[in-house]
T-cell receptor, first 114, second 114 residues
Framework: EAGVAQSPRYKIIEKRQSVAFWCNPI?????LYWYQQILGQGPKLLIQ????????DSQLPKDRFSAERLKGVDSTLKIQPAKLEDSAVYLC????????????FGPGTRLTVT | AQSVTQPDIHITVSEGASLELRCNYS??????LFWYVQSPGQGLQLLLK??????LVQGIKGFEAEFKRSQSSFNLRKPSVHWSDAAEYFCAVGARSNTGKLIFGQGTTLQVKP
């Protein structure tokens, strides 16, 4: 079974530029999560989708971050414009339908904003 | 407020020695509990989880963890550490609901001395 795929693996941009990350979850997983992991910290949830609907985006900085999951499969997370403090690893995870189901994580995208 | 505390930011043990990583949580009710491991440049891999039942849970790679409700703790243990166990370890709690949102601790970096 293929795992969670993410691209790109690494990205370097200048502040005020825009960037987009892509995630393809495990086949059949209805729930998709985007986490932000700043160096030296644990991952923090940015947004959670159930199929193509948003379940929780309370910690998403909506003035600059946006995410979509069209057709309830893969997802894109965008930052526009980027700030220095957005430098982090962005992790995508997916899980089955049951509450508390195990989340499977992708390898992440390491973003450096200069 | 919901939170997870991993008191030890960095731990060094000798290969073959025993290991215990501490995790304490603050939550309104008994949550689901998880331990994840993250190797450099990799995503998070689930080591073990506690949902209910026996408070001593076994995981992959010879790890185990014990849930102690009275202490709000979920410490991770391994009787004999291998050099390949060097990585970062995250404790996480999840809601007993369909949201599945995880709250992570800040992580413990394990270094293994030969």
């Amino acid at each position: 079974e293929a795992g969670v795929a993410q691209s790109p693996r690494y990205k370097i941009i200048e502040k005020r530029q825009s960037v987009a990350f892509w995630c393809n979850p495990i086949s059949g997983h209805a729930t998709l999560y985007w986490y932000q992991q700043i160096l030296g910290q644990g991952p923090k949830l940015l947004i959670q989708f159930q199929n193509n609907g948003v379940v929780d985006d309370s910690q998403l900085p909506k003035d600059r971050f946006s995410a979509e999951r069209l057709k309830g499969v893969d997802s894109t997370l965008k930052i526009q414009p980027a700030k220095l403090e957005d430098s982090a690893v962005y992790l995508c995870a997916s899980s089955g339908n049951r509450g508390g189901s195990e989340q499977y994580f992708g390898p992440g995208t390491r973003l450096t904003v200069t | 407020a919901q939170s997870v505390t991993q008191p030890d930011i960095h731990i060094t043990v000798s290969e073959g020695a025993s290991l215990e990583l501490r995790c304490n949580y603050s939550y309104g009710a008994t949550p689901y509990l998880f331990w994840y491991v993250q190797s450099p440049g990799q995503g998070l891999q689930l080591l073990l989880k506690y949902f209910s039942g026996d408070t001593l849970v076994q995981g992959i790679k010879g790890f185990e963890a014990e849930f102690k409700r009275s202490q709000s703790s979920f410490n991770l243990r391994k009787p004999s550490v291998h050099w390949s166990d060097a990585a970062e370890y995250f404790c996480a709690v999840g809601a007993r609901s369909n949201t599945g949102k995880l709250i992570f601790g800040q992580g413990t970096t394990l270094q293994v001395k030969p």
